[in-house]
């Protein structure tokens, strides 16, 4: 079997990549040290628990990321002619299925706190030979566990997109529900202090419908990922408009009547094939590696087309020019 | 999203009243300062609460009266099984209870728990100067019958629980408190047997009336408390 050529990203997108990696890694020491204050302070506490489950749940994101994304450049073989590129839509599926589980868990736990009638009480805390309301050290922990989770869903949404990497984009939600599941402890915890304690779990429900959401167009979006739909952009802004460059640039060369493109996705690169009809013939096996050069060099995520010589375009087997229908 | 939870938040802070928080859901501890009784549940669990011959005594009876009498009320105490009072303060019927619970207990979902007021340590006590065998295994341990925590934790030893007689005599190895041990001149062995939190509970949903006990029972003096469990105990 003839491999792929081997795949790195374009130097400012090394750059960009490098920070992504630096972000997870920062993000998993971030909630595993959350995580493990939790599980030694946890005792019986309910409540702890299941903040405890949380962090184990939304460091998943960060870990595949992590993983698979460096499996992803190792360099393709034999045994893996199309490269490893696929390990990403893998992880993306791994860290989509953590963020229902998130929801899930969140919904369950909040539904069960509501029907059981478990009244949130708060009352004080001894720090300093000083009796404090509790609620106040709750919301400065909330707070301190909550804003980092804040900045970096920001930095990862923006960074996302510039290098096509969906499970650092899933992980951006990951963050998002992390923080809006703080904020819905914050406000049960105000809740409580202005004496209305059922607002703890109906705070707690709404956001874990919200992030539920994410988790399900997540793992639609991933689902669709691995049946190879046409290249979708990272931020779901619509689909990505390079086939019908690279069908444009084709049709542009003086040697090519009309050309039709079909591309697939595997993780931050572009795979396909080009299907040409020619008006003209002389020195085509010239023309033909001189396009695919020049078709591999419009954009970095293109890494591999093959260009068939036709003799006419089927229109019976071809989709609409866009795909939608 | 954001602003909308920062909305709810600044909501939530000017609804409540920055002044007056946190708040009770009923505003139990309001009524209680404006004059209204306390009322108190109460089940047997010495030396924490002891119910005798229609008599209450114990620790944290004790507690709550003054508590009750601090915040200008009186505190009136109702006797009962301990599954009952549980419910009936769920249901609002106790603004208190008291029954010796620790930070452990089952009924922690439908009871607002206290901050623990006393931490105590349950070991095996022998006279002083004398070595502490190195099994308890077949041991006769004296123990206060009544304590049945106490007598499970000598059985799993595998020792011989002995009930403590009334009569005062001197009993060579006996298991029960640090302090209480401590005060019937017996030295507590390295083997710890159970650390205890102690706790009182109220309605769950009254924020202000637990920090009020919380503020309430931290200001007590540990040493004291020991001293009145101990004259329970005896």
């Not at chain 1, 791994?94 to 478990?118: D, N, Q, R, T, Y």
């Not at chain 2, 304590?147 to 030893?157: F, G, H, P, S, T």
């Not at chain 2, 002995?162 to 209480?180: H, K, S």
Request: aromatic share 6%.
């Amino acid at each position: 079997m003839r491999p792929i050529e081997n795949f790195e990203f374009p130097e400012d997108k090394q750059a960009l990549f490098k920070r992504a990696q630096r972000l997870e890694v920062i993000t998993v020491f971030y909630i595993a040290s959350a995580a493990v204050a939790l599980y030694v302070t946890m005792g019986s506490s309910q409540a702890m628990r299941a903040s405890f489950f949380e962090d184990v749940i939304s460091i998943i994101p960060a870990i595949v990321f992590l993983i698979c994304s460096r499996i992803a450049l190792w360099p393709p073989n034999r045994n893996f002619p199309y490269g490893y590129h696929g390990a990403v839509s893998i992880g993306y599926l791994i860290s989509s299925v953590a963020l229902v589980a998130m929801g899930l868990f969140l919904l369950i736990e909040s539904a069960s706190k509501f029907l059981s009638g478990e009244r949130t009480t708060i009352g004080g805390m001894h720090i300093f030979g000083e009796t404090i309301w509790a609620g106040w050290p709750m919301l400065a922990a909330i707070a301190y566990t909550g804003i980092p989770s804040v900045i970096l869903g920001h930095m990862k949404l923006k960074l996302a997109p510039k290098i096509h990497d969906k499970i650092l984009y899933a992980d951006a939600n990951m963050m998002k529900a992390d923080w809006m599941a703080e904020g819905a402890t914050a406000i049960g915890v105000l809740g409580t202090g202005v004496g209305y304690w059922w607002l703890d779990p109906l705070a707690a429900g709404i956001i874990a419908l919200d992030i539920l959401k994410d988790g399900f167009s997540n793992l639609g979006v991933v689902t669709a990922d691995l049946m190879e739909r046409r290249p979708q952009k990272t931020d779901r802004s619509g689909y990505e408009t390079l086939p019908e460059d690279l069908r444009r640039r084709v049709e542009a060369l003086d040697w090519v009547k009309e050309a039709e493109v079909r591309l697939r996705e595997s993780g931050h690169i572009v795979l396909g094939e080009v299907y040409v009809v020619p008006s003209r013939t002389d020195n085509l096996p010239e023309r033909v590696a001189s396009a695919i050069d020049d078709a591999k060099g419009m954009n970095w995520r293109l890494h591999d087309v093959t260009i068939s010589v036709v003799p006419r375009l089927n229109d019976d087997a071809s989709p609409a020019p866009d795909g939608q229908s | 999203m954001r602003s909308r939870i920062a909305a709810i938040l600044i909501g939530l802070l000017a609804a409540g009243g920055c002044s007056d928080f946190p708040k009770d859901n009923a505003e139990t501890l309001k009524q209680l300062r404006a004059g209204r009784e306390m009322k108190v549940g109460v089940a047997h669990n010495p030396p924490w609460v002891v119910v005798s011959d229609g008599r209450i005594d114990g620790v944290e009876p004790a507690l709550v009266t003054q508590w009750a009498q601090s915040l200008g009320t009186k505190a009136r105490v109702i006797t009962g099984p301990a599954d009952a009072l549980v419910e009936a303060l769920y249901k609002r019927e106790l603004d208190v209870l008291v029954m010796g619970l620790t930070d452990a207990t089952p009924h922690s979902g439908k009871l607002a728990l206290s901050q623990p007021y006393l931490e105590v340590k349950t070991h095996i006590g022998v006279a002083p100067g004398q070595t502490p065998p190195a099994d308890w295994t077949g041991q006769r341990i004296t123990v206060d019958p009544e304590r049945l925590d106490l007598v499970a934790q000598v059985r799993e030893l595998e020792a011989e629980p002995v009930p403590l007689n009334g009569n005062g005599t001197q009993a060579p190895i006996m298991a029960g408190y640090d302090f209480e041990l401590e005060r019937r001149g017996l030295k507590p062995t390295e083997d710890e047997l159970s650390t205890e939190r102690r706790v009182m509970a109220v309605i769950p949903g009254e924020s202000a009336l637990l920090l009020s006990l919380d503020q309430f029972l931290q200001a007590q003096d540990k040493e004291g408390l020991k001293d009145k469990a101990m004259e329970a105990l005896r």
